[in-house]
């Protein structure tokens, strides 16, 4: 599921383990939680990695499901801003390439440096401010698709679609296969 929520939804989970106890009993979780607490919080800290801001349209409106993309980066689902134009990626220090899109809009492109933010607690913050263009050069993915199945072809134009289902059911099948050969 945690793949599947971060792929499909941009919703970011996870499960830890900390004892080879499935169900520890009460008594053991005030010692379990004292003996794991600074790592937990450190690792809760890393949230802050990366980037975040807003998308506004060429007349400064935040703008929802604009496509926030990182280049050299390629995601199944293309990374969109929400109701209130809001985005965020978890990035690594350095330098990156940012496209964004939204349709009547031309795509925008900049680079930014991208500092470590977890001991400010906050990620960067960088809003993208879009300019209306007079050219049909970009037409939305949501137009193609709501299930992600697309390409984007800023360029060209157009979303095709594709199955990537088929992709994932081959990469699950031989993780399957390989997990029945190591047992």
């Known amino acids: ?3 599947y929520n971060y792929v499909w939804a941009q919703c970011l ?7 080879c106890c499935k169900f520890p009993h009460w008594k053991e979780l005030p010692a379990l939680w004292m003996d794991n607490k600074k790592a937990l919080l450190a690792y809760i800290q890393q949230v802050h990695l990366g980037i975040k801001g807003q998308v506004f349209d060429g007349s400064g409106t935040p703008v929802q499901k604009a496509v926030v993309e990182v280049e050299g980066r390629r995601n199944m689902c293309p990374f969109r801003t929400n109701q209130y134009g809001e985005y965020y990626r978890l990035l690594l220090p350095g330098t990156y390439t940012f496209r964004v899109m939204y349709p ?3 795509v925008l492109t900049e680079t930014l440096s991208i500092p470590y933010g977890p ?9 993208f401010m879009l300019r209306r263009t007079t050219s049909a050069t970009f037409h939305s993915p949501a137009d193609a698709s709501s299930s992600c199945n697309y390409t984007l072809h800023p360029k060209g134009g157009s979303a095709t679609t594709r199955s990537t ?3 994932l059911t081959v990469g699950f099948g031989l993780v399957t296969l390989l997990q029945s050969l190591i047992e």
């Open 1 to 3: 599921m945690q793949d």
């Open 13 to 19: 989970e996870l499960t830890l383990e900390l004892s």
């Open 104 to 106: 009547g809009h031309e």
């Open 119 to 127: 001991d400010q607690y906050s990620a960067m913050k960088h809003n």
């Open 165 to 167: 289902w088929s992709g």
